[in-house]
């Protein structure tokens, strides 16, 4: 629930952090790609923008159409489009595919290299520009292209169907450049040239940038421990019992960027936010895209997953109840199957092919979590198995049989534990713990992982949640974009607090994160007083999802506002060294 003023007790002083990085940047660099391609449609300005990124780069440019076509036809590039009009727009595309994949550039000289607005539209030229570099997608508003090629009177594209105004040739070319770019440099409206620069180099640092995660209780990683986002999600759970996060900075987005996501349908909008989490090194744009639609074509609505129902003019309820399980824990986890295929499918281990999924549940994430992999049809489910471990008399009736009705050994196990949530959890973390020490007996043949938030593939999942809980309000006309807003957000593991504090450090417009908690209330007394104490006996409530003391993510949420490992292992061993039953205070 959201309310854009509420009277409500002040937040810690953590949550009011407004932008920051959250993340500590102590990645180390690599090695820049060999080339640069600047893709985009025709007027975006890549020819000016690679001329001022090659001098600030000292690399040298390269513009397709008049330093390689013109030469290598032997004429202007306009009046081979002109020759070659009569047969057609797919022999004009054919022509400049055919002679664009002869550009080679010498290994001892980095370019920086713009395209023509057509190349990227022949999947031969796009396999081409993968072997001369990495591609960034200069993003432009339509509205600001039109403008400038009616200012400049260009009228020489070509056009994929006669008569066909710029607005539909900008809409036909632009589901070429999404299958084209490595990188997305968003310009906002009305951008200037060094605007424009400075949004592409910004992508050019995150191509010199290492993928690297660490574990909240240690950083000492050497170079060549450096964990990629696969790594994270198979692993789930660092060795040393921490859990892992990023290890560079995340750029947040700016206002007048998310003002261009107004219009955007769902899956386009997490696109974009995703495609900012995960490099894409690990997950191409273009695959990343094929997994998001494909896990929300199981929801009610896939173009509108999110409704937003209204208790009066500034305080609204966020529906996130439209998935196949009707929890909120759908929308991360119809990805997760799919990351720990990628996963296994790239690692070279075949030891690490066979995966043995753990969950603990306290009572929606185990039938999300079941359904989601149940859907994996495309792979031998008996190489990915699932066991849900839930407290058993401690969830719904509904729940339960929900649960069960997955139940379906050996592919899916549902186990009722003798106890809470909290118990559940420390048995999953148990497991890990005797995996990394190679005391798990099942170790031999399956490597373990795990789908709670625990696992970092599942805060990436819930972030985009949050952008589309914003959009919809802004959608519904309720919001204009840069207002900001309370999210108020029932809280048990802190899983999907966290993420929403990581949306507020991307740029969401988030004024103040309202944790609500119940008589299982360890986070309110944490908030209000710095002491996290568990010294306490669960009360099952009506409420049971939230009937957890022991939060997993508030160690996340702890790195990343004290930026120190240490200070996470002394706080963390404190609780480990006395069975859980301490308290610890964090100071300002």
């Known amino acids: 629930m959201f309310q854009n003023h509420v009277v409500l007790r002040q937040y810690v002083h953590y949550l009011k952090i407004q932008r920051v990085s959250c993340i500590r940047n102590l990645a180390s660099r690599v090695k820049p790609p060999r080339n640069i391609i600047l893709c985009g449609a025709p007027g975006s300005g890549k020819t000016t923008v690679a001329k001022m990124l090659g001098q600030k780069l000292g690399w040298k440019t390269l513009d397709v159409d008049d330093d390689f076509l013109e030469p290598f036809w032997g004429m202007p590039v306009a009046e081979k489009v002109k020759q070659l009009e009569p047969e057609g727009f797919q022999a004009i595309l054919s022509a400049e595919s055919d002679a664009f994949c002869q550009l080679d550039l010498p290994e001892d000289t980095g370019y920086v290299v713009s395209l023509s607005g057509s190349i990227p539209m022949c999947p031969n030229a796009r396999s081409h520009m993968c072997k001369l570099g990495e591609t960034i997608y200069i993003d432009v508003p339509p509205q600001d292209i039109i403008r400038r090629l009616g200012v400049m009177k260009v009228d020489r594209i070509f056009k994929h169907k006669p008569g066909a105004s710029i607005q539909e040739v900008l809409n036909y070319r632009g589901q070429f450049y999404e299958q084209a770019h490595d990188y997305r440099a968003i310009l906002p409206e009305a951008a200037d040239k060094s605007t424009a620069l400075d949004h592409v180099y910004e992508c050019v640092k995150r191509m010199t940038q290492s993928e690297a995660f660490v574990s909240t209780r240690s950083n000492d990683f050497s170079a060549g ?316 409530t009506s409420s049971p999802a939230i009937d957890i003391l022991q939060p997993s993510n508030l160690e996340r949420f702890l790195f990343n506002v004290s930026r120190n490992s240490r200070t996470t292992k002394i706080l963390y061993d404190q609780l480990a060294n006395s069975g859980g039953n301490a308290s610890f205070r964090t100071t300002s």
């Open 225 to 540: 421990d450096r964990l990629t986002f696969l790594d994270v999600i198979l692993q789930s759970v660092a060795p040393d019992g921490g859990l892992y996060c990023p290890d560079y900075d995340i750029q947040p987005f700016s206002v007048d960027q998310l003002k261009r996501w107004e219009d955007l349908a769902w899956t386009d909008l997490i696109l974009r936010v995703q495609e900012r989490l995960i490099h894409p090194r690990s997950i191409k744009p273009q695959t990343l895209r094929q997994i998001i639609d494909v896990a929300y074509s199981s929801f009610a609505d896939p173009r509108n997953p999110i409704d937003i129902f209204s208790l009066s003019d500034d305080t609204h309820i966020s529906e996130l109840f439209h998935g196949p399980t009707a929890s909120f824990k759908d929308f991360p986890l119809q990805q997760l199957p799919h990351f720990y295929q990628l996963a296994t499918d790239s690692n070279t281990n075949t030891q690490l092919n066979k995966l043995l999924v753990l969950v603990a549940t306290s009572g929606d994430t185990g039938g999300a979590t079941l359904d989601a992999f149940k859907r994996l049809q495309d792979r031998d489910q008996t190489s990915m198995r699932t066991v849900v471990l839930y407290p058993f008399g401690n969830v719904s009736k509904i729940q339960q049989q929900q649960m069960m009705s997955y139940h379906d050994p050996p592919s899916r196990h549902v186990c009722g534990v003798l106890g809470d949530f909290d118990d559940c959890q420390r048995f999953v973390k148990q497991a890990f713990r005797d995996q990394a020490a190679g005391e798990n007996n099942l170790h031999s043949e399956f490597q373990l992982c795990a789908a709670n938030s625990v696992n970092w593939g599942r805060i990436v999942g819930q972030i985009g949640m949050h952008f589309g809980t914003y959009f919809q309000l802004r959608k519904k006309k309720m919001i204009s974009t840069g207002e900001q807003v309370d999210f108020s957000i029932p809280t048990g593991n802190f899983g999907n607090i966290y993420s929403a504090y990581l949306a507020k450090c991307m740029g969401l417009p988030i004024n103040r994160l309202i944790m609500a908690s119940n008589e299982n209330n360890v986070l309110t007394n944490f908030v209000e007083d710095g002491i996290l104490d568990v010294r306490r006996k669960l009360i099952p």
